[in-house]
């Protein structure tokens, strides 16, 4: 589903964020990425939005070459994975099914489709009975699951995840995860960028482990690892 | 493209619009007095261009000839002009043909001219074309010569001087046109700016979940010729509202200043300034869009 071959990201300013990255994660596979500040997480996850290129080596995402893709591409590129950030990314001023819908819309889905679609992923994420409310009057936790309902309404094969415990507490961090493995188990890739070290070191999932821009680790249900 | 997706356009474009709504007044006002200037200048210039070529059309020279000469000897004073080099075509003119050309002109207001027939203060005359411009100083010099020529008048050089003005206005309403465009694309672009920044959020989000580049500027690219198409209403509305009221009073009070009637120009000139107003709104939007919608 997804392979990184010889990847190495180097900034403008010369900042080597990524060195020489080899990896693949399978179809219905679900990863942990793990390091400490400034490993090179959140650049892994830029590639893979293709919201940046690598300097060197191939990337691959769904049987699709990152490099070949033309800017007019990339929108149709990115609808395959659905992604979460630790800000959660809601519009303040739409309800939470609009946000969803929102999604929708922006891909000209009809709107029988979307009438559809948008209650079944709110069920999903349980928060059915928060349709109509607004980001502001929902805790952290259900305003994160909005953003992965939001995330998974068009069916993406990929989940793909920033952090998206970093403003939760322990136990609704928990919760979280906890969704994100149940949409794992119903068939999506989940590719989790994550500090929270009791919730990988309790799932017991595959573990990479990036530091200083290299993969130093890559375990089937691993943990979060001794340092950092 | 759905019927779904340009109400997703047109509701993201009005939203916007209200959202800003000081920057959307500020911005159509200013499209309004745009155009609205524009609309005057260019009504100035296209009457000026026809009232220069009504009279240019008219005779060039005219020799007014003593009233009391015999019939042989007018002929004779023809012939003689007929002669003389540089001229290309003299008619002969009565004080009674002329008045009937005077209430022509005068059309409606003929009333004006009443009691004339009678105490006629027109005099004969010759009308006289040369063959060029040029010509006229000095046939209006030979003119002066011939016994029996009473006066003589030309009206070559208020036709230049017509010509003249028209074109400095044509020039100067040209910048002044162009200046105010370019204000008020840059006014139009500012705003969009500002719905572009004040959007980023929904921005960031349509680029994430994989919405094409074209699908997230339209509402912007709306946004700038809404308020392009807004301006030029009330512009297209005092223009009309200008020209018929200039027209009506002129016609009543200088009935022989030949303006073009409203219908001749008007249906003409809205269709220009609405088209400007979208092509000004569109513009502005699009230099935003494609400087700060960086997708
Ligand atoms: N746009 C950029 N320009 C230059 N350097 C960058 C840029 N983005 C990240 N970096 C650098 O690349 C390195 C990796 O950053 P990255 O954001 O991928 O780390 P991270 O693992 O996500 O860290 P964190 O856990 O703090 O989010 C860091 O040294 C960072 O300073
Ligand atoms: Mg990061």
Known sequence: MISFTGVTKVYPKGVSALTDVTLKIKK????FLVGP??????????????????TEG???VDGVDTAQLRPVDIPFFRRKIGMVFQDFRLLPERTVAENVAFALRVLEVPRREILRRVPQVLHLVGLSHKSRAKPAELSGGEQQRVAVARALVNNPPILLADEPTGNLDPETSWEIMSLLSEINQRGTTVVVATHAREIVDRMR???????NGRVVRDEEKGAYGCEA | MKLSTWEFYISEAVRSLVRNRLMTV?????????LLILGVFLLGAVNLNHIAGTLEQQVEVSAYIDEELE?????????????????REATFVSKEEALERLK??????????????????????????????????????????????AKVSFKEEIIQRLFALTRAIRIAGLAIVLLLVAATVFLISNTIRLTVFARRREI??????GATDWFIRWPFLLEGIAMGFLGSLPAIALVVRFYVWLTTNVYAALPFVPLLSPTEVLRQLNLLLLGLGLLVGGLGSAISVRRFLRV
């Open chain 1, 205 to 211: 999932r595959r573990v990479i482990a990036l530091e």
């Open chain 2, 26 to 34: 500020a911005s159509v006002s200013t499209v309004a007095l745009s």
């Open chain 2, 204 to 209: 960031g989000i349509m680029k994430l979940v």
């Open chain 1, 58 to 60: 191939r990337i691959v």
């Open chain 2, 71 to 87: 019939e042989e000897a007018v002929a004779e004073i023809v012939a003689m002009v007929k002669a003389l080099p540089g001229v």
């Open chain 1, 37 to 54: 500040s400034g490993a090179g997480k959140s650049t892994f996850v830029r590639l893979l939005l293709r919201e940046e290129r690598p």
């Open chain 1, 28 to 31: 219905g596979d679900f990863v």
């Open chain 2, 104 to 149: 022509e002109q005068f059309g409606e207001r003929q009333d004006l001219l009443a009691g004339l027939e009678e105490n006629n203060p027109l005099r004969d005359a010759l009308e006289i074309r040369t063959i060029s411009p040029e010509d006229v100083t000095p046939v209006v010099a030979e003119l002066k010569e011939i016994p029996g020529v």
